[in-house]
């Protein structure tokens, strides 16, 4: 039973029940809950244990701020959802609107990203088996609110990607350039080595 706060439209107060319970079944931890669609603590550890049969696992939310700069995929997964949540972010009028786009452009970078992964028939995972963990996308959100970080267009590749503001300038590059950077990369040591992959130990093997 959860009880209606003071001065608070019954509509009201159910739609946000239901906004938190759908963050809550991506994963999304109460501490998060509580502060994007303004319910109590109880409440929101409530509908976390509904749902997951279960208490949330302890300890701090994401937030390192240079976790975008560990590796070129990280800052990839980072630019898709982060433009995907600055495209909508003005489409959106409804109510709680943080929890609104949080939930929207988690759902649409998804999809986006789900069906690139089945098409190349490729198997990418991060934490809790997600891309990219909703509790991660949230402190990506408050980075980029706060102006820690901002989108910025490649000049090779036109796309967009996220930087961090505190990072020198060498720091700010492309992920999708690097990401083929890396791709070629291997290709070429492929070639040199020779292909399939025994033929490459065979002739390592032999020089050595």
Partial sequence: MYRLPTETKLPDYL???????????????????QHLCSIGRKVAIRLYKEAHHGSSKSGLLPYDSYWISRSSLNALHASIFLGIFADIAPLECQNPVQATRLLTAYTLYSEVVGRVLNHNRLDVRYDNGNLLDINRAWHLIQQFNSRES??????????????????PKFYQRCPICEVWAEKNSRRHKAAYLGWPPAQAMNARISTT
């Fill in 150 to 167: 901002r989108l910025l267009s490649c000049g090779r590749c036109q796309s967009r990607h996220l930087v961090l503001n505190t990072l």
């Fill in 15 to 33: 739609h946000t029940l239901s906004m938190a319970n759908q963050l809550v079944l991506l994963g999304v931890r109460p501490p998060i809950i």
